[in-house]
């Protein structure tokens, strides 16, 4: 009896399924419409430097209010003042999004200062060029904390607004090296994995609990970014890096499309779960002769948003 109504399911899914399928084709073919942000209020972490600050400015394109938190205060004022300049509402907080206590404390004040979060762009990171044997417990716990913990606080504390509200947009910066691996940065990729991991699993239980239609979830990907020229030069890449102008372009226009999953490039997340289909040894052939990897290890550790 179980079998039978396993394989009811089975037939149930193809029937619906395959439908499903084809009208996705279908519209990924069609120009998708793009949701208005303007008058939005937008929490951006990491906001002060490099791929946090563009996407704060091209959300404020956009007219949408934004909200600095960063622990660097000096660049998070400028990128507010940037903001300003664009016509919109912007505000820095000083917080380390690492630790929990300063991300709850953020709820009241931002709500009280500019109102609700509608979109939580999780964006604050570290990116040691380190191996899993190397750095200090206290170096690893504050790559941990910032990559990974501090987006378990932010949604923890952002995301039951959304769904009482029912609306509300999260968005991680996760790394290629979430679908392709980086030796001599395993910490990092293993906190990337963790983002991804979070996301996918967070998405399916709002869906689940069926807030799916108005709390959207989008998760990027991001490839060696040109600021960082120390681990640019410390691997022989074929593919060229790319800029945070770039990838903060690609990740507004996946929060105005409600796109769940994008890559920057947008070909490498398709190109690297393509070559996920092969062997082990076929992906390292992959890896080897068509990226071309070098991995030149560098023994240093430094931070960076």
Request: glycine share 8%; net charge positive.
């Amino acid at each position: 009896m179980f079998y039978i109504l396993v394989l009811k399911d089975f037939i149930l899914v193809l029937v619906i399924g395959i439908p499903m399928l084809f009208l996705k084709l279908f519209q990924k073919l069609l120009p998708k419409n793009e949701k208005t942000v303007a008058g939005e209020l937008a929490l951006v972490t990491g906001g002060g430097n490099g791929i946090g600050r563009e996407i704060a400015l091209k959300l404020a394109q956009k007219k949408c209010n934004i909200a600095i938190v960063d622990v660097d205060c000096v660049a998070g004022r400028e990128t507010v003042k940037d903001c300003e300049a664009l016509g919109v509402k912007a505000k820095f907080f000083e917080a380390d999004v690492g630790k929990s206590d300063q991300v709850f404390a953020l709820l009241k004040t931002i709500e009280y200062e500019m109102g609700f979060v509608d979109i939580l762009v999780n964006n604050a990171g570290l990116m040691p060029i380190l191996s899993l044997r190397e750095g200090t417990p206290s170096e690893v716990d504050r790559i941990v904390q910032t990559n990974f913990l501090s987006n378990i606080w932010t949604c923890r504390t952002f995301l039951g607004g959304m769904i009482e509200r029912k609306k509300g947009h999260v968005v991680c910066i996760a790394s290629a090296s979430s679908i392709h691996p980086m030796p001599g940065a395993t910490i990092y990729t293993g906190t990337k994995w963790g983002v991804a991991g979070l996301m996918a699993a967070l998405e399916e239980e709002v869906r689940n609990e069926g807030h799916g239609n108005y709390v959207k979830f989008t998760t990027v990907y991001p490839y060696f970014v040109a600021t960082r020229k120390d681990l640019v030069e410390s691997i022989n890449l074929r593919f060229p890096a790319i800029t945070a102008q770039e990838t903060a372009k690609v990740t507004v226009g996946a929060i105005l499309r409600n796109e769940k999953d994008v890559s920057v490039p947008t070909y490498l997340f398709f190109l690297s779960k393509f070559a996920k289909n092969f062997t082990a040894e076929v992906q390292h052939l992959i890896r080897e002769r068509m990226f071309r990897e070098k991995f030149v290890l560098v023994r240093k550790y430094e931070g960076h948003k």
